[in-house]
């Protein structure tokens, strides 16, 4: 029988892969100038969850993940309360865009980090994590998230004015 902390394991890792299919379709949905009630309300409770669950696993005390997952958390929630409580608009609405998509690069940022440890075609590339390829990788995401973030900040609030 497994144990209640490779249970644990096995949802927060089947969350954090459901987060990031959700957070591209929200990214997709806001470079339209659109945030889906259902889409928005779907991220944000996976990656609430995914923060969530990450918490409690293995090693104890605290650690860059857990200082991730704390960050993830937060700016989960600012999303949150832009959306729910600021109805995104005014100054709301780039504050849920971007916190939205920050968190997302987090969720995509871990994501890396995991597949260079854990994927045997990957570990040889990058044993220590400070190799060209998962520097490139790391670059590579953050570079898409900044993007497709600023043109997801103008698009959202040009269809706002549109309205």
């Keep these: 029988m497994a144990s209640s902390s490779a249970v644990l394991l096995n949802i927060h890792v089947v969350l954090s892969l459901l987060e990031i299919p959700a957070g591209v379709a929200l990214v997709r949905a806001m470079l339209n100038g659109r945030a889906p009630r259902g889409v928005t309300l779907v991220f944000l409770a996976l990656a609430a969850l995914t923060s ?3 918490f409690p696993l293995e090693p104890p005390g605290f650690d860059p993940a857990r200082a991730i997952g704390l960050l993830s958390l937060a700016l989960t929630l600012v999303a949150a309360y832009a ?3 600021g109805r995104a608009t005014g100054a709301w609405r780039p504050t849920f865009v971007i916190a939205a998509i920050a968190t997302l690069y987090l969720n995509a940022f871990v994501a890396i980090v ?6 045997s075609f990957l570990q040889p590339l990058a044993p220590t994590q400070s190799e ?3 520097v490139i990788a790391q ?3 953050l570079i898409i998230f900044v993007v497709a973030g600023a043109y997801a900040v103008i698009r959202f609030r040009r269809a ?3 309205r």
């Design 52 to 54: 969530l669950t990450g």
């Design 83 to 85: 959306y729910l409580g």
């Design 114 to 119: 995991q597949a260079f440890q854990k994927l």
């Design 132 to 134: 060209p390829p998962f």
């Design 139 to 141: 670059a590579a995401c």
């Design 160 to 162: 706002a004015a549109a």
